[in-house]
């Protein structure tokens, strides 16, 4: 008789808590899987999102990640990031360029357009409107958006 068992080196808890994490944190706007990998040396556990929906940062990009100067035992050590000579559009930039082009663009189409959440389009929206940068006029669903000031 033939018989199939599988193990793993890492102990359940410890696989079962990554999955739960990546299931819990994962972003379900999209229909990407979540990708479970285990090799000899170690695990690894890839899923669509991230922190504030803006997936997540790859530590083998060749880039380095900006980080503030970290002190270990009385030395200071600093990380740089290299950067290309071109203009880069904050999030809040992009919002305000697509609501010149279509003012009556919903949130959730805001959220489409610019790859991010709908919390973190109601994020950037509260804050322009609190600074006295754009305001809805009209109803909630048919209104538009109107730019005071950029």
């Known amino acids: 008789m033939l018989r199939e068992e599988t193990f793993s080196k890492y102990p359940y808890w410890a696989t079962r808590e990554l999955l739960m994490n990546a299931l819990m944190h994962r972003d379900y706007e999209t229909n990407a899987p979540v990708q479970f990998y285990e090799y000899d040396d170690r695990i690894e556990v890839q899923n669509p999102g991230g922190l504030y929906g803006k997936g997540f940062w790859n530590r083998n990009h060749p880039k380095k990640h900006p980080r503030k100067a970290k002190e ?4 200071t050590q600093e990380t740089t990031q290299e950067t290309d000579n071109t ?30 959440t ?3 389009i109601k994020y950037h929206i509260k804050k322009m409107t609190n ?19 950029v």
């Open 72 to 75: 270990t035992d009385g030395t």
């Open 87 to 116: 203009t880069q559009e904050t999030t809040q930039e992009i919002i305000l360029r697509i609501m010149e082009e279509k003012p009556e663009v919903t949130q959730r189409e805001l959220a489409q357009i610019t790859g991010i």
């Open 118 to 120: 709908i919390n973190g």
């Open 131 to 149: 600074a006295s940068i754009i305001k809805h006029e009209g109803p909630t669903k048919s209104g538009k958006w109107v730019i005071k000031r």
